[in-house]
């Protein structure tokens, strides 16, 4: 069992629809990273959580420490957010646990 | 990210050469990582370097070492490449501030090894 777990795997949606991608976690993390891989490969980081919920343009992102917990929205999809999402915990010893990703396809 | 090179950005290579993918970062960073990148499996640690003087295992470094040159650049190399090493490869310069900053990824390297 991984330690970081995402769902779905894969994700089609019509342009426009609302999009959730959920994320748990089994370990201690000081920090919880959304990031996104663009289909040439490249990765660049959106969010970095450690608490409550953050926004950036139409995407928000939110945490559960409790719950071990985090997901990430985007509003009003388009399809230049097809991509591949990463959530990724890191511990105190900076290192990260990743999630497998979530493979997002957008449909004009 | 711009500051953040590797090289090659691909490479096709036989089963049992020696490989060096290279590294080079103008962010300043202390830290550097190795990453490897598997359909269906998430990034998994190669190495990593906390500065020129530190290096240390992943839980992937069998087959792999690694070469910190300089503050800048950080080389990994597969000392007898073999077909299960194919992936994509991922430079990670991270600042001192560890998982509580920007996590920054260098634009990948693809090797296929026949």
């Known amino acids: 069992k991984n330690e970081v777990e995402q769902s779905p795997q894969n994700l089609t949606a019509q342009e426009g629809e609302f999009i959730t991608i959920n994320c748990s976690y089994s370990v201690g993390i000081s920090a919880l990273h959304w990031l996104q891989q663009h289909p040439g490969g490249g990765i660049v980081s959106l969010f970095m959580?450690?608490?409550g919920k953050k926004k950036h343009g139409r995407l928000i992102a939110t945490i559960n420490i409790q719950e071990k917990h985090s997901s990430l929205h985007i509003t009003a999809s388009h399809p230049r957010d097809s991509a591949v999402y990463i959530c990724a915990g890191g511990n105190t010893g900076n290192q990260f646990y990743f999630g497998t990703g979530t493979s997002l396809t957008v449909i004009p | 990210d711009a500051d953040v090179t590797q090289t090659p950005r691909n490479r096709i290579t036989k089963t049992g050469k020696r490989i060096m993918l290279e590294c080079s970062q103008t962010?300043?960073?202390?830290?550097m990582y190795w990453y490897r990148q598997d359909p269906g499996l998430g990034l998994r640690l190669i190495y990593y370097?906390?500065?020129?003087?530190?290096?240390n295992k992943g839980e992937i470094s069998d087959g792999y070492s690694v070469s910190r040159q300089a503050q800048a650049k950080f080389s990994l190399s597969l000392e007898s490449a073999i077909p299960n090493q194919t992936a994509l490869y991922f430079c990670?310069?991270?600042?001192?501030?560890?998982?509580?900053?920007?996590?920054?990824f260098g634009p990948g390297t693809r090797l296929t090894v026949l």
């Open positions: 990670a310069p991270n600042h001192l501030a560890g998982v509580t900053d920007t996590q920054y």
């Open positions: 959580l450690s608490s």
């Open positions: 962010k300043g960073h202390d830290r």
């Open positions: 370097s906390f500065d020129v003087k530190d290096i």
